[in-house]
C-alpha cells in the first residue's frame, strides 16, 4: 500500500482521520504548518512521515507532495483538511484577508488535486478527500460559507475530470462545530473517509454530510 497523505493534519479532523488511516496499516503522512503542530501528532502515531508545508506556498507544498511520494509511493489516498475557520460577516474583511482564506480553503486544495491526481488517473485508482463544511451559507461566517461552496463545486469538477480514470474525488461536509463527546466528534467523522476510500468503485458518493 502506498499511504494515505493528511493535509492540515492537527488536533480535531486531521488527527483522528490520520488514526484512522494508520489502524489499516497503511502508511501515513502529515502534513501541516508548523512542526509544533505536527509533533504530538507524529509521535501518537509513530511511524508516520511528518512534513511542514504551508498550502498558500505553491512550491512548498508541491515539495511536501513529492517527498510523500519518494518515501511511499503514489499515495493511496490525499485527504485536504485545511481551512481558515473564522466568524466574519459580509464586507468586514479586507481584500487581502479573504484572498488568505479562499487560498488556504480553496485554492490550496486545487494544488494538491493538480499534483497527486494525474499520477493517480495513470494508475487507474486513487481517492483525494476535501473536509468540507457550511452545508448552507451563514453570513456571520461568509469567508468559510465560500471557502466550502468552493470546495463542494471543486470536487464535482475533479471528479468530471478524474473520476472516469478511476480516481475517487468526494467531501466529507461537516455541518456543526467539531469536538469530542458530542454528535461531532473526530473520531466518528473519520470513518466517513475510510468509507469513502474503501467504497467500490459503482458505489461511489461524491459527498457524504455528517449532520450530528
Known amino acids: 500500500m502506498a499511504g494515505a497523505v493528511i493535509i492540515g493534519a492537527g488536533p480535531g479532523i486531521g488527527r483522528s482521520v490520520a488514526h484512522r488511516f494508520a489502524r489499516e496499516g497503511l502508511p501515513v503522512t502529515l502534513i501541516a504548518r508548523t512542526s509544533a503542530t505536527l509533533a504530538p501528532l507524529a509521535a501518537e502515531i509513530?511511524?508516520?512521515?511528518?512534513?511542514?508545508?504551508?498550502?498558500?506556498d505553491e512550491k512548498s507544498l508541491r515539495s511536501a507532495l513529492d517527498t510523500a511520494?519518494?518515501?511511499h509511493g503514489e499515495p493511496d489516498?490525499?485527504?485536504?483538511?485545511?481551512?481558515?475557520?473564522?466568524?466574519?460577516?459580509?464586507?468586514?474583511?479586507?481584500?487581502?484577508?479573504?484572498?488568505?482564506?479562499?487560498?488556504?480553503?480553496?485554492?490550496?486544495?486545487?494544488?494538491?488535486?493538480?499534483?497527486?491526481?494525474?499520477?493517480?488517473?495513470?494508475r487507474g485508482s486513487g481517492t483525494i478527500i476535501v473536509t468540507g463544511g457550511m452545508p448552507?451559507?451563514?453570513?456571520?461566517?461568509?469567508?468559510?460559507?465560500?471557502?466550502?461552496?468552493?470546495?463542494?463545486?471543486?470536487?464535482s469538477l475533479l471528479d468530471t475530470q478524474f473520476g472516469p480514470s478511476g480516481v475517487h474525488v468526494a467531501t466529507v461536509t461537516v455541518a456543526g462545530p467539531v469536538a469530542k463527546g458530542t454528535a461531532f466528534d473526530p473520531?466518528?467523522?473519520?470513518?466517513?473517509?475510510?468509507?469513502?476510500?474503501?467504497?467500490?468503485?459503482?458505489?461511489?458518493?461524491?459527498?457524504?454530510?455528517?449532520?450530528?
Open 136 to 155: 448552507e451559507a451563514v453570513p456571520a461566517y461568509t469567508s468559510l460559507s465560500l471557502g466550502k461552496a468552493g470546495v463542494r463545486a471543486l470536487v
Open 187 to 212: 473520531d466518528d467523522i473519520a470513518e466517513h473517509y475510510w468509507r469513502l476510500h474503501t467504497q467500490p468503485r459503482d458505489a461511489w458518493q461524491q459527498e457524504i454530510v455528517h449532520k450530528g
Open 46 to 56: 509513530g511511524a508516520a512521515l511528518a512534513l511542514t508545508a504551508d498550502v498558500t
Open 77 to 122: 489516498v490525499v485527504v485536504y483538511n485545511a481551512a481558515i475557520i473564522q466568524a466574519d460577516a459580509p464586507g468586514e474583511l479586507s481584500v487581502e484577508r479573504h484572498l488568505v482564506a479562499w487560498s488556504v480553503n480553496v485554492v490550496g486544495a486545487i494544488t494538491t488535486a493538480a499534483h497527486v491526481a494525474p499520477g493517480m488517473a495513470e
Open 69 to 71: 511520494a519518494c518515501e
